[in-house]
């Protein structure tokens, strides 16, 4: 899930997603993309719900949602590229409908929110911990004869900092349809409810835990076996959390107080990535550094971590790395994981939005033997494909600094 984007000064957006699948099926066939255009800092993202489920939804939904995307991004014009979106779906013949749904989402830098629906669930907009309502426009859209009409509802506004937009499937209403006491399902006024609650006790919650809390919800009164796909995806409006990674040795030992000072002078959240790293640190900042022997904290992929106190996260450096960057291509939830540290430090990369990598240059002979994984590259690729991951996939703001 390119960076968050500032929508007036100092203010950025949260993108974060959650999913479970249907009970039995080996896809979930709801699908959520995103896309942050080049230079204008313009966020789009869709939300897909293929009919059916399994393999056959999640095709017609990542079908959807792929073109969704490319259409929304080159029609000004949300609603029209809605209207051709349906144009070209194929269509169920039994019950003369297209074989996907989808919501479409394009926030502005400045704070301008577009929201398109077409059968999807109405979004929510919590505004200072609570449900605010949105006004919306209905266009039908006529189809070829034989197919029922199309109604779009669209949505316009201007985001506030602290705003949180809620994107949903049909999974998350519906749940627990059918219980004597949710008959029609838990509805989205009660996911409103349900958020509105979570917020009052977790003021500072970051989008991707929301969207988490809010599927297992759902999950919960589908009695933990989904009877539907369950998508649900956040968008939140605030103030950016920064973090700092420390990882390599400066090229030139003279060049360490320089990393101590970067260090100090920091007021995020400091991960150190690199045994050697954190030996220069905690040298240079006249700290202890503590190693976790822990045998409850072993992990057969992952060296364990140590302690240094003002630092969020020490770890070992390039194994832990690589598993991170994986974890983070294939857009594994971390919170579903074993713990250990690439889990921990995914977490908190998923959590801030602007990254600041600091990257020593001083060769590491472990890293160029030939018979290591390719994923062992040397450490400046490594941070790159970091880079890369967290802006393309993750909506990040990643800045690289080698010393």
């Given at each position: 899930m390119s960076p968050p984007v500032a929508c007036s000064p100092g203010i950025f957006i949260e993108v974060g997603h959650a999913q479970e699948r249907k009970q039995g099926q080996a896809a979930c066939g709801d699908v959520f993309v995103s896309h942050k255009a080049d230079g204008s800092g313009r966020i789009i993202c869709v939300l897909a719900d293929g009919l059916g489920s399994g393999?056959?939804?999640?095709?017609?939904?990542?079908?959807?949602?792929?073109?969704?995307?490319?259409?929304?991004?080159?029609?000004?014009?949300l609603a029209q590229a809605a209207a051709t979106i349906l144009a070209s779906l194929p269509i169920c013949s039994e019950r003369r409908i297209a074989y996907s749904t989808f919501?479409?989402?394009?926030?502005?830098?400045?704070?301008?929110?577009?929201?398109?629906?077409?059968?999807?669930?109405?979004s929510l907009l919590l505004r200072q911990g609570a449900q605010t309502a949105i006004s919306r426009s209905e266009y039908r859209v006529p189809l070829p004869e034989g197919q029922r009409e199309a109604i779009l509802r669209e949505a316009r506004f201007t985001?506030?900092?602290?705003?949180?937009?809620?994107?949903?499937?049909?999974?998350?209403?519906?749940?627990?349809?059918?219980?004597?006491t949710m008959p029609f399902g838990w509805g989205m006024d009660g996911a409103g409810a349900f958020l509105e609650d979570l917020l009052r006790n977790r003021p500072n919650i970051s989008a991707r835990q929301m969207a988490r809390s809010l599927t297992q919800r759902a999950l919960q009164f589908d009695g933990h076996a989904a009877k539907d796909d369950i998508t649900a995806s956040v968008f939140y409006l605030r103030?950016?959390?920064?973090?700092?990674?420390?990882?390599?040795?400066?090229?030139?030992?003279?060049?360490?107080?320089?990393?101590?000072?970067l260090a100090r002078g920091f007021a995020g959240r400091k991960v150190v990535c690199g045994g050697t790293t954190a030996t220069i640190l905690a040298r240079e900042l006249g700290l202890d550094l503590n190693l976790d022997s822990s045998l409850d904290n072993l992990d057969p992929e992952v060296p364990p971590e140590a302690s240094l106190a003002g630092f969020d996260l020490v770890t070992e450096g390039a194994i832990t790395l690589a598993v991170t960057a994986r974890m983070l291509e294939r857009e594994n939830n971390p919170d579903q994981l074993r713990p250990n540290a690439a889990t921990r430090l995914a977490g908190l990369l998923l959590d801030s939005d602007l990254i600041h990598i600091v990257a020593g240059t001083k060769i590491n002979?472990?890293?160029?033997?030939?018979?290591?994984?390719?994923?062992?590259d040397i450490r400046r690729n490594l941070v790159r494909r970091l880079q890369r991951t967290l802006s393309e996939r993750h909506l990040k703001d990643v800045r690289i600094r080698f010393i």
């Open positions: 393999i056959k939804a999640s095709v017609l939904a990542n079908l959807t949602a792929t073109m969704a995307l490319r259409y929304a991004a080159a029609e000004a014009n919501t479409i989402i394009d926030l502005e830098p400045r704070g301008e929110v577009r929201v398109v629906e077409y059968d999807n669930p109405p985001a506030e900092p602290g705003d949180r937009l809620v994107v949903c499937s049909d999974g998350v209403s519906q749940a627990g349809v059918g219980a004597r103030n950016p959390r920064e973090l700092m990674l420390f990882t390599g040795a400066p090229a030139q030992k003279v060049r360490d107080p320089e990393l101590a000072e002979e472990a890293l160029q033997d030939p018979s290591l994984p390719q994923e062992l």
